[in-house]
């Protein structure tokens, strides 16, 4: 398993495109819109976004040797998730912002149900950022609130590499 990027850049446009296609009808659309729309509307949570989300999850519990966790990642073109599977998901999402760290402009942890592209953008948001401070870390400073940089000023305490 590796870290899959994110995709937290959706915005209503993409939600319009789905809701375009959807309505002209599979059948009706040229082929590359077919090919678009197999391939995962980013407007869309399809099958692939679930399998990329609860494997950055996966990836992330083991980066904090978190165990006892559920995870589905084998989602397939027609599964259907479930209130109990976005529950599932929420709460492995809390578990993790409980034991990493995130920046001051992470977004909160949605509520559910997961029903907009906003809310989808923030989980997202959230898994990368656990991951970037995660791998970023040991670069960072923080001082007097500002966002965190990665130059040293005199008299720093930096640890040893």
Do not use: C, H
Not at 3 to 32: A, M
Not at 34 to 59: H, P, T, V
Not at 130 to 142: D, K, M, P, R, T
């Amino acid at each position: 398993m590796s870290w899959i990027k994110p995709i937290f850049n959706r915005n209503s446009n993409d939600v319009l495109k789905v809701q375009t296609y959807d309505t002209i009808g599979f059948q009706y659309l040229s082929d590359e819109q077919k090919q678009e729309w197999m391939g995962g509307l980013k407007g869309a949570l399809n099958f692939n976004d679930l399998n990329r989300i609860e494997n950055n999850m996966e990836f992330l519990a083991n980066l904090y040797e978190i165990e006892n966790m559920n995870f589905k990642t084998n989602w397939s073109y027609i599964d259907i998730p479930s209130r109990l599977d976005f529950q599932r998901i929420v709460d492995n999402l809390k578990i993790l912002v409980n034991r990493g760290k995130v920046l001051e402009t992470t977004p909160k942890i949605p509520d559910l149900p997961l029903n907009s592209y906003q809310k989808i953008n923030d989980l997202e948001k959230i898994l990368y950022d656990l991951y970037w401070v995660y791998e970023n870390g040991s670069l960072a400073f923080a001082r007097n609130d500002e966002k965190f940089k990665s130059e040293l000023y005199s008299n720093d305490n930096i640890t040893v590499i």
